[in-house]
C-alpha cells in the first residue's frame, strides 16, 4: 500500500491535533497516512485535481468544486465518509423582533447580513432560498457580507457572529445563520432572549464529507474508510479527536444533502471561473 | 415518554428536561418533546445532531406549534462507558487509593472520572510515602487555631531594651526569618509534587506554608520595630538550610525538617518566649511555637505509618542525616552572632552573673534540643543509642 496523504484546511488552531491525532491512531493500525494544511479550499481542491493528495477533507462548496472539476475533466468523484453531524443542517433567517418584517416579501429593498462570500451555510444557501422566494441579491435587497477568511468556506463562526451583532445594532434587517449556532448564540448571550425572531429557515442539507478523486489505490481508500467508520466514542483515546472535530460517529457519505447549494452556485455562478482554471491547470 | 416544554424555551433551561429524559433511556429508545417555544424545532435539531441522537419534528395544525420524536443516540453511555470511581476501592466512597493512578489528576476522591483523562506529572503518588491518618485531625486543628498577626500581638506594647539588647533581639529575628523562609519552600515544593488524591496531606501542607508566611511576617514586623536594619547571615546557616531545600525526597525532607530542625526549634522558640525581654518577641515566639508543634506532629505521624509499613526504610533516615551531617562538616553552623545574641537575651544584660545565668540557661536549651530530638527518634522507633547518636549529628544551625 503506498502511503494515503490527506489535505485539510487549517482554519483553526485546534486542526494540527486534530489531525496529528487522525495520523497516530490510523498508523498505529498499519495504515501509512499523513496530512497536508492549506490556508483555504481552493488551493486544495486543486491540489487534489493534480494528483499531490488522494483525499480530501472538503466543505460542502470544495465537493462541489471537486465533483464538477471531476466532471469537465472525465473522473470520477466520491464522498466516501462524513461526520454524523454533516448530515441534515439547517440555516435560519433571522429579523429582529420590532423589526416589522412578517414575511419574505417584507425584505425587499432591505439589508441582509451573510457571512464569509463562500459560507454554504450562512451565505450561499440562504441567499439561494430567499431568491427562490423571488428575491434577487443586491438587485431586491442588499447584502452586507461580513467576509471573515474568504477561502475557509465559513468554517470559521466569526462571520456569522459579526452578522448577528450587525442585526441587532439595526445595522442590517435580517441576518443569515446555521441553526447550530443560533442555539451557540442565544446560550452565550449574543443573541438576547426576544430580540430576535425565525423568520424562515432553508430546507435541510448535509455539510463536509472526505472526498477522493478516482486513481486513489482502492485498497487504501478502502481500508482508511474502515478505519474511519470503526472509530468508537467509547475509545477514550479516539473521543478527545472526535470530540475536537464535532462528531460522534462517522457516517458513511452521500451526495444527496448538496442540492440547495448546487443550486446555488448555479445561480449565483459561485464557482465557474474556478472551476475553468483548475480544469485548463489539469489538461 | 413525554416532555412537554410549554412555553419554556429550550435555551433557556429546556435543555435541561430534555436531557434529563434522555438519560434515562437506553441508546434507540425515543421521546416525545412538545412545546409552544418559538425556536423549539431549530434549537432540538441542532442540539440534536451535536449529541448523536436521531431527530424527527412532526408540524401539529393546532395551537401547539408542534413536536419532536427524539432517538436516543448511544455517544452519552459511550462517554461514561470505561468510567471509574475515585477511590481506593474497598466500598467506601472516600477511600484512599495506594497508588492513584497520574490520570485521576485534580479528580475529586469520590468523583466518577471519564476514562482518558490526561496524565499530570505529580511524583509523590504513592500512599505509603506521604499518607498519614492523622492529617484530616491535624489540617483542622491548624485551620482552628490560624490567628491574625495584625491582631494577636502587642505591637503597640511600650517597652525600652537598651541598644545591644535590642540588636541581639533583631538578630535572633533575622535568624528565624530565614529558617521560617526554608520551612515555607520545602512543604510548598511538595505540594506541587503530591497527588492531590492525597488531599488532606495537601491541605496540611498548604497550611503549613501559610503558617510559615506569618511567621515571616511577625518576626519581620518584630525586627524592624525600632530598626531600619536587620542582622547578619552567613555562609553557614545558609549551607544548612540549603541541604533541607534541595532535599528531593518527601519523607526525608519531612523527617530532616519536621522531626529534627521544626522539633528542634520547638525548644528554641520556647526558650526566646521565656526570655524574651519585651511582650512582642514573646508572643511572636510563643505563637510561632504553637503552630511549629502541629507541623512536628504530622511529620512524626506520616512518617511513624510509614515506618510501620515499612521498617527498612528507617536506616535511610539513619543515612540521610548522616550525609547531612557530612556536608556540613566544614561549614561553622550556627553563626556566633546568633549564638552570642540568644546568651545576652537570656542574661538580660551584662553583668557577670547575667551572663552566667545565660550560658546556664543556653547548654540548658542544648540539652533539652537534644532530649527532644532523641524522644521524637525513638517514638519513630530508633533505639535508644542510635537516637543519641543521630541527635548528636543533628546540624548546629538548629533547624
Redesign the interface.
Known sequence: MTELVLGAVAYDQKVVPIWDGFLQYFRARDLSFDYVLFSNYERQVEAQARGHIHVAWHSPLAWLQTERIATRLGRRAEAIVMRDTDRDLRSVILVRADGGIASIADLRRKIVAVGARDSPQATLIPLNHLARHALTPEQDFTVRMFDTLVGKHGDHIGGERDAVRALLRGEADAACILDANHLAFVREGTLPASATRILAQTGVYDHCNFTVLDGVEPDTVARFRELLLAMSYADADVRPLLDLEGLKAWVPGRVTGYAQLSEAIDRFGTIDAFVSGVEVLCR | MQVDLGSL????GGYLLVKRAVRGLAPGDSIRVSGQA??LD??L???C????HR?DWQATPNAVRGQAVIHT???ET??W??ARHVSGGDGEEDSVAEHPPRSWGLAARGSII???TPEFDFTLTDKLDVWSDDAAHIYQQAVAAQWDPETAVPWHASFELSDDLEDAIVQVMTYLIENETAALIVPSRFIAQLHPHFREVMQVLAVQAADEARHIEVFTRRARLKRGTLGRSTIGGQASLKTLVDEPQFAVASFLLSVLGEGTFLSLLWFIERYAPDPVTATVARLAAQDEARHVAFGLAHLSQHLAREPEFRPRLAAAVHRRHDALRHTAGLNDEVFDALLLMAAGSWEHDALRLGSRRIMQLIHDMDEGRRKRLVRLGFAEHEAADLSALHTRNFM
Open positions: 424555551g429550550f435555551a433557556e418559538a425556536d431549530v434549537h435539531r441542532a442540539w445532531r451535536a449529541e448523536g431527530f443516540g448511544a455517544a459511550e462517554r462507558a470505561g471519564e476514562a482518558g
